[in-house]
């Protein structure tokens, strides 16, 4: 998932465009560089809801092997 972070500024709230994590790192170092020269990087990481690629099939996907399993338990007696 390369677009699934987003930085913010822990200093003025300044946001990152969402991207990888590892250019949004870059991008906020270079906020902290040009904005903030004299403090640490800091503030927090966002994660996008639902950019896992485990939507509503990972759902289906484990009530489908629930269900097996109570059939399988089932059928043991």
Do not use: K, N
Request: aromatic share 6%; net charge positive.
């Amino acid at each position: 998932m390369t677009d699934s972070y987003r930085h913010r500024c822990g200093e003025c709230g300044h946001r990152t465009a969402w991207g990888s994590q590892s250019r949004g790192e870059q991008a906020i170092a270079a906020h902290y560089a040009a904005r903030h020269p004299h403090v640490v990087p800091g503030g927090m990481v966002e994660f996008r809801q639902g950019s896992s690629g485990c939507g509503s099939g990972c759902l289906i996907a484990v009530g489908v092997l629930v269900l097996f399993l109570v059939i399988a338990a089932a059928t043991q007696h």
